[in-house]
């Protein structure tokens, strides 16, 4: 594994050190986890706007279809 120096507030280091103790796992520990978490988090946040987009694409080309079907249909009705 990788050694990463980090600099944190007092403060969160001590909700760190407290939580920690909390769910009894050492310190390094439960940071790998927030760090798994929140790249989790963005993982699928990502993944959730790129479907967003292809689907709005996907949405568009449909319009456009369903457009030159009822165009084609109304040239058969005439």
Same mark, same amino acid.
């Given at each position: 594994m990788?050694?990463?120096?980090? +600099?944190? =507030?007092?403060?969160?280091? +001590? ?10 796992? =050492? ?11 929140? $790249?989790? $988090?963005?993982r699928? #946040? #990502?993944?959730?706007? +790129? ?8 949405? #568009?080309?449909?319009? +456009?279809? $369903? #457009? ?11």
């Amino acid at each position: 594994m990788t050694i990463v120096s980090v +600099r944190l =507030p007092e403060k969160i280091l +001590r909700e760190v050190d407290l939580f920690a103790q909390d769910i009894h796992i =050492p310190r390094a520990e439960y940071i790998r986890m927030a760090i798994e978490q929140m $790249n989790d $988090n963005i993982r699928v #946040k #990502k993944r959730s706007e +790129r479907l967003k987009a292809v689907s709005l694409r996907v949405r #568009k080309e449909s319009i +456009r279809v $369903n #457009k030159e079907f009822s165009e084609l249909e109304d040239d058969l009705e005439d």
